[in-house]
């Protein structure tokens, strides 16, 4: 997993490197801005080639530069202006057609912009105030680096807007100026990059979006700054990749349908199977050796014929005329009896049930009658097994936080924005703009696994701990995604991968599989049963067949 940091913690290991290891920061400014320039280089290079190309398909060399390409840097008067200033230089030297921009108030710089500003004086490299006219191959932009946390306002507002206009292939220094390096804000405007260089690890708001959208392709490149620099303060963000999905645990050649665990799905009420199937199937296309449903009678055909590879176990609930009659205020049901007593007579083995599995889902379809209350109620005190609870669960614990802090198992929670607003009280736009942190509160508050889900989904540990999932896609946005979603958690669950680990795993591979799957439907098309068929092709990829031989 990639090490994601903020603006106080990546400027802490500047600190740290400089202070107490002794590397100079003029290193790792150069370091920085070779790495950018090489970038740059690599891409005209490449671009050059192209257009260069011969009839018998052999592009000639060419002296880097020779065609005098053109380069546009635009700095501001920190250190990210710095490390653009030395990009604009080093292009310079290497023969190419560079103009540099800064604020006319050069005397208000840092010390190592400063340097650097005199280094171009001296070989004679001229700085302009305002972005010149016509286009360049390249724009780079180092107005601002990680601590903007204002909106951009005046000259710096025009230079964005004006490099935004140019029609070269764009580079951002570090992150996108404009872009909040904790939260993906854009604060008023930012730079729209195609690629984004940035130094030591990537800060959380190049994955978050908007600013996701505004950093285009990123490269995280070494300039000196790694773990050591931490000190004593370890990372706790990180970003998860596709090829993390190898820790997902590998099946012994000898094992059975017992050596895969046993997941209780409580899904579905009348009219609502569909739910319920795609959270079983996803386990059962997961790896797990064997799935059980509770859900409403009427269901049963409609799984048996969907599903027949699971086991069923189901209640009758009340009508609607029943549920309506029943007396919240007094805590009797219509009959007189204590409230909940009918419920608890309609699945009396519940208690015996919950004994039998390895990982338990409840909530997909499920309803938020008096029935899957019960339910989520009672399994929260009496399961021993991790449990994963989405949808209706959720929308029921929004008016019970309580069971969630008495909960006996260990809990996952997997809420998408509007089930989150409704669990914390808190308005959608408030939590999208701290979407790391309102997943980190909640888990800690309540002593669960927060999966946050949005365009970029959130796994928050207890133990502070959080995980940003860089697969996925817009086709996700679609009914019955979030139910396969819990499938998947359960399986890696009850296959001994521990609810920590699950966790962001379930949601890579939850992304990788509607990523596979896109590329055949497109964004418009993608169901929820096609991210299910998109969990097989991403397991062989990194768990390909062997027979009890060896042999693939």
């Known amino acids: 997993m990639e090490i994601l940091v903020g603006s106080q913690q990546m400027k802490q290991c500047d600190r740290n490197t400089i202070e107490h290891f002794g590397m100079p920061s003029l290193v790792l400014m150069e370091r920085a801005a070779l790495s950018v320039a090489e970038e740059i280089e690599a891409y005209l290079g490449k671009r050059r080639r192209a257009s260069c190309l011969q009839e018998d398909g052999e592009a000639p060399w060419e002296e880097p530069g020779g065609g005098k390409e053109s380069v546009l840097v ?14 604009g230089r080093m292009l310079w030297q290497r023969g190419y057609a560079v103009s540099v921009v800064m604020p006319p108030d050069l005397e208000k710089a840092s010390q190592e912009t400063g340097a650097q500003i005199k ?12 972005i010149p006219g016509g286009e360049f191959q390249v724009v780079v932009d180092a107005l601002f680096g990680i601590g ?13 807007a004006a490099m935004n206009a140019k029609a070269g292939w764009k580079v951002a220094v570090d992150i996108p100026s404009g872009v909040h390096a904790d939260t993906g804000k854009v604060m008023g405007a930012a730079f729209k990059a195609d690629v984004t260089v940035t130094f030591a690890f990537a800060k959380s708001g190049l994955m978050l979006f908007p600013g996701a959208g505004c950093a285009g392709k990123v490269l995280v490149k070494d300039i000196g700054i790694d773990r050591h620099s931490f000190l004593q303060s370890p990372p706790q963000a990180y970003c998860v990749k596709e090829q993390d999905l190898r820790q997902i645990p590998r099946r012994r050649k000898d094992t059975n349908k017992g050596s895969y665990g046993k997941i209780l799905v409580v899904a579905g009420r009348k009219n609502m199977a569909g739910a319920a199937f795609l959270s079983a199937k996803a386990s059962y296309r997961t790896g797990a050796g064997l799935v059980k449903i509770l859900t409403e009678e009427s269901n049963r055909m409609i799984l048996q014929q969907l599903l027949p590879e699971a086991i069923l176990a189901t209640y009758e609930m009340l009508d609607e005329e029943e549920e309506e009659l029943n007396d919240v205020d007094s805590g009797l049901n219509a009959s007189g009896a204590p409230k909940g007593e009918y419920v608890e007579n309609l699945i009396p083995n519940l208690p015996q049930m919950l004994k039998w599995p390895s990982a338990i889902t409840i909530g997909p379809g499920l309803g938020t009658g008096e029935e899957a209350k019960f339910l989520v109620e009672s399994i929260l005190k009496a399961a021993s097994v991790p449990v994963v609870l989405d949808a209706d669960a959720l929308n029921i614990l929004s008016d ?30 408030d939590l999208k703009n701290q979407l790391l942190q309102a997943a980190q509160s909640f888990a800690e508050e309540y002593h669960v696994i927060c999966i946050l889900k949005d365009s970029r989904t959130v796994t928050a540990l207890p133990t502070q701990e959080v995980y940003v999932n860089a697969t996925g896609n817009n086709g996700m946005a679609t009914a019955g995604s979030g139910d396969v979603l819990t499938g998947i958690l359960a399986a890696l669950i009850a296959q001994g991968m521990p609810p920590a680990k699950a966790a962001p795993i ?33 397991l062989k990829k990194y768990f390909p067949f062997q027979s009890l031989t060896g042999e693939s």
Do not use: F
């Open 506 to 538: 379930g949601v890579c591979l939850h992304g990788a599989a509607a990523d596979w799957q896109v590329r055949q439907t497109g964004p418009h098309a993608l169901m929820a049963q096609d991210i299910l068929e998109g969990i097989s092709p991403v």
């Open 400 to 429: 019970h936080l309580d069971w969630l802090k008495e909960a006996k198992p260990p809990v996952i929670v997997t809420p998408h924005l509007g089930e989150m607003a409704r669990l914390t009280q808190t308005p959608i736009p």
């Open 119 to 130: 280094i171009l004086e001296n070989y004679g490299i001229p700085i302009l105030h305002e």
């Open 148 to 160: 903007l946390t204002r909106d951009l306002e005046g000259k710096y507002l025009e230079y964005v």
């Open 74 to 87: 635009v700095c501001g008067l920190g250190n990210n202006g710095g490390d653009g200033a030395a990009v």
